[in-house]
T-cell receptor, first 112, second 111 residues
Framework: SQKIEQNSEALNIQEGKTATLTCNYTNYSPAYLQWYRQDPGRGPVFLLLIRENEKEKRKERLKVTFDTTLKQSLFHITASQPADSATYLCALKGHNTDKLIFGTGTRLQVFP | DGGITQSPKYLFRKEGQNVTLSCEQN?????MYWYRQDPGQGLRLIYY???????QKGDIAEGYSVSREKKESFPLTVTSAQKNPTAFYLC??????????FGQGTRLTVV
């Protein structure tokens, strides 16, 4: 069955460092992959989208890579700040369908 | 302002009772989704709809039902057949190959 895995353990890093989060998937051929941020008790908010034929995308301090051979995406936050503390979710959408499935999420904690 | 609205924010259900969660969007989006989130977990897809009068089961559809009679509305009914309904429910919408927009969620508790 289709499966999306993210690190279940929280990631704790010091302010100013780069946070790297991983998203691995199996039994899936996505048209694109997205990353969302979720704060406690709220709905996820979209951050970045990367298509299957793209290797890397950047937006301000955020960078996403996508390796369809490894079936993996990496999400980087450079110069991290305490305000970046949240849960980050990856999501995949397949071809010829609107079905959008999410990973388990990774909680990031940035401490001063 | 365009957006997606879920109501109510908190909902309490007695054992054996059906309840309906509301989701309305004025973004003119074609696709709408319902997800369930348990504490410390990711989002699991319950149902989704790509167009009016059509919907598909997600990964955990048992015990839930939906309808899509209007483009703007995608209500979710949690039936008595759902044995463990206590969770945070999220509705989302999108159009084309773009990002999904989420509502603020409904927290359902069985009492």
């Amino acid at each position: 069955s289709q499966k999306i895995e993210q690190n279940s353990e929280a990631l704790n890093i010091q302010e100013g460092k780069t946070a790297t989060l991983t998203c691995n998937y199996t039994n899936y051929s996505p048209a694109y992959l997205q990353w969302y941020r979720q704060d406690p008790g709220r709905g996820p908010v979209f951050l970045l989208l990367i298509r299957e034929n793209e290797k890397e995308k950047r937006k301000e301090r955020l960078k996403v890579t996508f390796d369809t051979t490894l079936k993996q995406s990496l999400f980087h936050i450079t110069a991290s700040q305490p305000a970046d503390s949240a849960t980050y979710l990856c999501a995949l959408k397949g071809h010829n369908t609107d079905k959008l499935i999410f990973g388990t999420g990774t909680r990031l904690q940035v401490f001063p | 302002d365009g957006g997606i609205t879920q109501s109510p924010k908190y909902l309490f259900r007695k054992e054996g009772q059906n309840v309906t969660l509301s989701c309305e969007q004025n973004l003119n989006h074609d696709a709408m989704y319902w997800y369930r989130q348990d504490p410390g977990q990711g989002l699991r897809l319950i149902y989704y709809s790509q167009i009016v009068n059509d919907f598909q089961k997600g990964d955990i559809a048992e015990g839930y039902s939906v309808s899509r009679e209007k483009k703007e509305s995608f209500p979710l009914t949690v039936t008595s057949a759902q044995k463990n309904p206590t969770a945070f429910y999220l509705c989302a919408s999108k159009t084309g190959n773009t990002e999904a927009f989420f509502g603020q969620g409904t927290r359902l508790t069985v009492v």
